[in-house]
């Protein structure tokens, strides 16, 4: 008898006995068995619960991937089966695993605490992103702090409180509020309220780890947890005292505009939102000069605000105006609704600041204005509004850029005459080392957008009249 022919019939004789139960049935029995190989998946042992569950998750993962609903349906309820407390604990436990994973790797590919959660919100729901939260915060718990950058735990900070158990007044503790990974999905139905229970539980981590698998690459601005200490090419934060924001004059800033856009006055509107620019003005351009009499190393870096829908095109203009009277580039990703600002520290500061308080402006004027109608009575308010906005951000970005000149202006006359000759090139030469930095973290791959258009004369009208009417660094506004 040939080699091949007994081979044959061993392997019909195992088969045999596997379905009998006989002794091929037992875990590692059979030739194939061994100490370097290992039994083979599916012959002569039952796969455990977690290798089971692992394989479920990755068939929901595929399903919702592919878009087949039947089949997601299916292995959903597999998943939620509560047929043993064995089982849910491994679904439990591996979900969480993955999730986790995910979220590592995420870091790697530049995201960052806050987007992570914010983009979870975004293409799904808010339980997504009490359950991308709990993730979060988990993984995090790993890290010693003096390895994680202040600006890093600062968001994890922020996202900690979108957690479920947050939202339900768990007492604090060092751990997750969970305890075990694999009692998590059946701790956070509960506290969650959702009504499916534990189905519920398990399709949204499910979908959250679809989202986490399918996350587009962005670039690294902040240095990843665990190597707080370690300099990241072109992105890092100016070190030392010297190279911080001033807190204290930036918590005042913050304050006047926020009383600014409460006020139901225009004019204590006007006089607040002019106090606050002066001091963003003469705080960016004190920064510049002190890095230059100080001989002080000082670095762009970069920094992403989140621009949201509706008339997110027109936004990113406004953030464009205002990045550019402040010496700093925009390059915004549509598809997350993300835009990435580089600049100075200090620059950055004010074009974040200035950006969420014009914006605020713009919106009210905005909605006071109300809707709009064609001839025929059909609606044209979103023509309307979305010129408004872009003859807005035009308007503020040609009177910023005369305030920025103005600044310089009055910082050079109040120093002697050659730091005074010196300081237009200095700024210019700021201005190219933004270039740089633009080109070293993008790599340049960048690709020119095309501009929003506005089609409603009267929205751009309204809109030139409201940037007109906003004040900014202390200049009257025009109230014609």
């Avoid at 963003?280 to 009499?293: F, G, H, N, P, R």
């Avoid at 103005?406 to 237009?424: D, F, G, K, N, Y």
């Avoid at 993008?442 to 309204?462: I, M, N, Q, Y």
Wanted: hydrophobic fraction near 45%.
């Amino acid at each position: 008898m040939g080699k091949a022919s007994r081979l044959r019939r061993q392997k019909k004789e195992r088969e045999r006995q596997q379905r009998r139960g006989g002794p091929g049935a037992a875990f590692g029995s059979g030739p194939a068995s061994g100490p370097e190989s290992g039994p083979a998946p599916g012959r002569g042992r039952v796969p455990a619960d977690s290798e089971r569950a692992a394989t479920a998750v990755a068939e929901a993962v595929q399903a919702v991937c592919g878009g087949h609903q039947d089949a997601y349906s299916r292995v959903l309820t597999e998943l939620a089966s509560e047929r043993t407390p064995a089982w849910t604990r491994a679904v439990s436990q591996g979900l969480v695993e993955m999730l986790r994973a995910s979220v590592t790797r995420s870091w790697r590919a530049g995201w960052q605490p806050a987007e992570l959660a914010r983009h979870a919100g975004r293409e799904l729901s808010q339980q997504h992103v009490a359950v991308a939260a709990d993730m979060i915060a988990a993984e995090m718990s790993g890290y010693p702090a003096a390895t994680v950058d202040q600006r890093w735990a600062a968001q994890v900070t922020s996202v900690r409180a979108l957690s479920v158990a947050e939202a339900g007044n768990a007492a604090p503790g060092n751990g997750p509020w969970w305890g075990s990974d694999a009692d998590y999905l059946p701790a956070w139905a509960r506290r969650s309220g959702a009504a499916g229970g534990l189905r519920d539980a398990v399709a949204t981590a499910i979908e959250l780890l679809h989202l986490f698998q399918h996350l587009p690459v962005l670039e690294r601005l902040l240095p990843l947890p665990g190597t707080a200490r370690t300099i990241v090419a072109g992105h890092a934060p100016a070190a030392g005292a010297a190279g911080q924001a001033d807190e204290r004059m930036l918590s005042r800033i913050r304050a006047l505009l926020a009383k600014a856009e409460a006020t139901e006055f225009a004019e204590e509107a006007e006089a607040l939102s002019a106090r606050a620019q002066e001091l963003m003005a003469k705080y960016s351009i004190d920064q510049a000069l002190l890095a230059a009499d100080s001989g002080r190393e000082d670095r762009p870096s970069g920094r992403r605000i989140a621009v949201d829908n509706p008339y997110e095109g027109p936004k990113t203009s406004l953030l464009q105006a205002v990045a550019l009277a402040n010496r700093c580039r925009v390059i915004w990703s549509k598809e997350v609704g993300l835009a990435t600002v580089v600049g100075f520290a200090a620059d950055l500061e004010a074009v974040e600041l200035l950006f969420t308080s014009l914006l605020v402006q713009a919106d009210s004027a905005m909605l006071r204005a109300g809707s709009r109608q064609d001839a025929y009575g059909r609606s044209r308010t979103r023509a309307f509004r979305q010129s408004f906005l872009v003859s807005y951000a035009v308007r503020i970005g040609e009177r910023l850029a005369e305030a920025a000149e103005h600044a310089t202006q009055e910082a050079a006359a109040e120093r002697p005459a050659a730091a005074s000759t010196a300081l237009v090139p200095f700024l210019a030469a700021r201005r190219q080392a933004v270039d740089d930095a633009v080109d070293e973290i993008f790599g340049g791959a960048l690709k020119r957008g095309r501009s929003v258009r506005a089609t409603d004369a009267e929205g751009w009208a309204s809109g030139r009249a409201a940037a007109d009417l906003a004040t900014l660094h202390n200049r009257a506004p025009v109230t014609r």
